[in-house]
């Protein structure tokens, strides 16, 4: 496999492409900058037609020596009992104040929340949140209030905690709400990313649900459109579409509103391992699965016309599945695969080969679960763009980081690309208030 920097035949070019066949059609002897590596999986020069091989060595990029370093051991969180569950879930959610983490628990399904600053170990009489009488098997933090989380369960059930300001200081028991609706376990919750109290769930009858959290009724019921077990679901970023990836090898970018299906692509990925669908912010899918032979894929997708992939690449033959985590405002895709002890990170471009591969950060533990912090919690005045919540035998934060020279200069650089999405809400609420006074006309 081929790396971002890697050069081939620093001398002797002309033999080392005559020996697989290559004809060349120029004057002397072409430099390792003309014989410049192809990106991660794309395939081995010699199989490629001669022009993609004259590529400039060094691709223009603000994010080409992004690097990621692990915390010190007193900044992490110890003896965490992550929970073992067979379910491909991240198992960890985090805000700027808390960090979220489902672990072992006797008689039901519990998590952690621990409020950022409390590193160190963690005593195994700490508070838990414990009202499920099944595994937990998916959380996430509602984006709207940080005290706010939901939890799926193998118990059938959705429920909505109200965490205190300082934390739990006694196990929690009483959610603020439960959503009753799916017949069998549900492993995915994801709340709407511009309005509030809306949540999505999903669960292994095949079924999505969209709840009004607020009243605890179920607005909108998917319940026809998946054969099979869903994978996973991912909001756009305005909220108004969702793309699904599920066992039938199926991608399918759905209307919520319309219940209808926008795009479906079969056979996205061939192999019979799980896969993941995630939305970019130009509208494009991101996936990633598996192929016939079980190597490791990623593939990028324009829902408009689903038959052919804008990109595809194949990585390695681990049969850990590869969870994607997107930053919208820098590109950067983040791929951490469970079981394996490194995050390799790529960046969408309108270039080809579209995806480019920036780096990998390795560790020696493998990582069974990942956390992912919001922009709003990074320090952008160190230039971290990125942080994440690696789950072992402990929780340990990662920081990825912009290196720079001049840091002021070059941080409004990056911070000009930061989009905020409180405009996005802001419409959305005039909206709803221009539709709720024409509706009072229309009733008086």
């Known amino acids: 496999m081929y790396g971002p920097g890697s050069q081939l035949g620093k001398s002797g070019n002309n033999s080392w492409a005559k020996k697989r066949g290559c004809s060349i059609a120029c004057q002397g002897s072409l430099t390792s900058a003309q014989l410049h590596a192809p990106s991660i999986g794309e395939r081995p020069l010699s199989h490629m037609p001669w022009k993609d091989t004259m590529r400039r060595v060094v691709r223009q990029s603000k994010f080409r020596h992004v690097f990621g370093q692990a915390v010190k051991n007193d900044q992490c969180y110890d003896d965490i009992r992550v929970s073992r569950v067979t379910w491909d879930s991240s198992f960890c959610a985090v805000n700027p104040r808390f960090v979220a983490i489902i672990i072992e628990a006797s008689g039901g399904g519990a998590f952690l929340v621990l409020p950022l600053h409390k590193t160190g170990r963690i005593d195994k009489s700490y508070p ?20 706010v989380i939901a939890s799926g369960s193998e118990d059938c059930t959705v429920m909505v905690w109200q965490i205190p300001e ?18 069998k376990r549900v492993g995915i919750v994801a709340w709407h990313p511009t309005a509030r109290n809306v949540l999505l769930s999903a669960g292994c009858d095949n079924a999505i649900i969209i709840w009004n959290v607020g009243t605890g009724e179920a607005l909108i019921n998917l319940d026809d459109m998946h054969s099979d077990m869903i994978y996973n679901v991912s909001w756009n970023r305005n909220g108004s579409l969702i793309c699904t990836a599920s066992k039938d090898k199926k991608v399918r970018v759905i209307d919520p509103r319309k219940q209808e299906i926008v795009a479906e692509k079969e056979k996205a990925h061939e192999g019979a391992r799980p896969m993941r669908a995630i939305f970019l912010a130009d509208g494009n899918v ?45 590109s950067i895709i983040y791929l951490c695969g ?30 069974r679960g990942m956390g992912y912090m919001p922009k709003r919690g990074l320090d952008v005045n160190k230039c971290e763009i990125a942080r994440f919540f690696k789950l072992h035998e402990k929780c340990e934060p990662i920081i990825m980081t912009v290196p720079r020279k001049q840091n002021e200069a070059k941080l409004d650089e990056i911070l000009k690309e930061i989009k905020s999405i409180k405009d996005t809400i802001c419409n959305q609420d005039e909206r709803i208030s221009k539709l709720e006074q024409q509706m009072a006309k229309i009733a008086a």
Not at 128 to 147: A, F, M, S
Not at 166 to 183: C, D, F, K, Y
Not at 343 to 353: A, G, K, L, N, V
Request: charge should be negative; aromatic fraction near 10%; hydrophobic fraction near 30%.
């Open 128 to 147: 838990t949140v414990c009202g499920h009488t099944g595994p937990v098997l998916d959380i996430d933090w509602c984006p709207h209030n940080d005290q």
């Open 166 to 183: 300082n934390g739990l200081t006694l196990s929690l028991t009483e959610p603020v709400v439960i959503l009753e609706g799916h017949s």
């Open 286 to 330: 991101f996936t990633t699965g598996f192929s016939r032979m079980s190597e490791r894929q990623l593939a990028l997708w324009n829902p408009k016309n689903m038959q052919e992939p804008i990109a595809l690449h194949e990585m390695d033959t681990s049969n850990g599945v590869l969870l994607p985590f997107y930053d919208p405002d820098t």
């Open 338 to 367: 469970k079981g394996d002890s490194s995050i390799r990170y790529f960046e969408i471009t309108d270039e080809s080969p579209y995806v480019h591969y920036l780096n990998t950060f390795s560790s020696k533990e493998p990582q």
